[in-house]
């Protein structure tokens, strides 16, 4: 009886988001028009799971082709190894000059592979991943507001894959030289669609284990969580643990297909994390893929791939313990990502096309 309370719970907190200025045939307000460039702001506690990593390289891949323009990048993270990994991999990527956010006082998320990386050497001693010269991360929620402040209205999707520290933070932030607007002012009036991924909504009847999760971006912070579910103006979708967590990274795709130098770095990272979390696996790991659905699902958003579908519009919500909750209405902006089986195939294939492609 619990726990069917529980999911009754879960399906109250999720809210419909507009579809009046979609781009013709997506699933979601994520574009003005077909072709149009997808404005994109990353906030990541990369450095201790590697999916962040490559989300990452996954941004840079479709940026590659024309598909989103990264503005910033906010780490939740407070690591000095996690902002300089960050800056080498948008180095390696071709875009050594995204400006980079770090927390100065806030809790570390692990260091299961920045450091390492950073201090792989070439033969004649030289970082064989180097960070730009010159390069200094900025406080996150400043450059949040100053990145928010300069886009176009309505122009801007954010990508949230770690805590909702930042974000929450950035509601509560009062007007400045960037702009006179209040943080949730500029979010309303600068993002077009917020993609979180955090929580277990188990919507699909095949995710019932799933059920009453934990999830650990929501226990971390949850009150951060909490915050941006009931606060954040713009929609919100969700992609729950359970979405990530059947689509896995495939070991014969990482053995044979990372072969340029972008390639290689994913790889050379994969590795480093698996030589702590993996040890017995290694590159035959097969790891869920979280982050990476919360970043393909707004840049391939159209329903024709078949990719995802969307649960009905809700509230969201958590518990203490770190438990979602969700409540469908027909007012509600919040919705959840349901991947079926054959969905999960076709993602967890253009995911590994795309991350390992020249």
């Not at 999707?157 to 009062?174: H, K, W």
């Not at 960037?178 to 309303?188: D, M, Q, R, V, W």
């Not at 277990?200 to 941006?228: C, I, W």
Request: include cysteine; hydrophobic fraction near 40%; glycine fraction near 8%.
């Amino acid at each position: 009886m619990k726990r069917a309370l529980i999911f009754v719970a879960i399906l109250s907190t999720i809210v419909a988001l507009p579809l009046a200025r979609a781009a013709e045939g997506d699933l979601l307000d994520v574009r003005a028009t077909q072709d149009a460039t997808i404005k994109l702001i990353f906030d990541t506690d990369i450095g201790g799971d590697i999916d962040d990593a490559f989300a990452l390289a996954l941004i840079h891949r479709l940026a590659d082709r024309g598909v989103c323009e990264a503005l910033g990048i906010t780490l939740t993270n407070s690591l000095p190894a996690a902002a300089e990994f960050v800056a080498a991999q948008n180095a390696v990527f071709g875009r050594p000059d995204i400006p980079v956010g770090l927390p100065r006082s806030a809790e570390g998320d692990g260091d299961s592979y920045p450091s390492a990386m950073l201090a792989r050497r070439l033969a004649d001693g030289s970082a064989e991943y180097p960070v730009p010269s010159g390069f200094e991360p900025e406080e996150p929620i400043a450059l949040l507001r100053r990145l928010l402040a300069s886009a176009p209205d309505a122009s801007v999707v954010v990508v949230q894959v770690g805590f909702s520290t930042n974000l929450a933070a950035l509601l509560d932030s009062p007007g400045d030289d960037c702009s006179p607007l209040t943080g949730k002012e500029l979010a309303a009036r600068k993002v077009r669609l917020l993609s979180v991924m955090g929580g277990a909504f188990a919507l699909d009847p095949t995710a019932e284990e799933y059920r009453g999760h934990r999830e650990s971006n929501v226990r971390f912070d949850v009150e951060s969580a909490r915050k941006l579910a009931r606060e954040w103006p713009t929609p919100i979708v969700y992609c729950g643990y359970e979405v990530g967590s059947r689509i896995r990274t495939s070991p014969v795709n990482l053995k044979r297909d990372y072969r340029s130098r972008k390639a290689r770095f994913l790889r050379d990272a994969f590795a480093h994390w698996a030589s702590l979390n993996a040890p017995q696996e290694g590159l035959d790991h097969r790891r869920p893929t979280w982050d990476l659905e919360s970043v393909l699902f707004v840049l391939r958003p159209e329903k024709g791939r078949g990719y995802f579908s969307l649960s009905e519009p809700g509230n969201v919500d958590f518990s203490d313990e770190g438990v979602t909750l969700f409540t469908p209405t027909e007012s509600g902006t919040r919705r959840a990502f349901i991947v079926d089986e054959l969905a999960r195939a076709r993602v967890g294939e253009a995911i590994a096309n795309l991350c390992s492609e020249p």
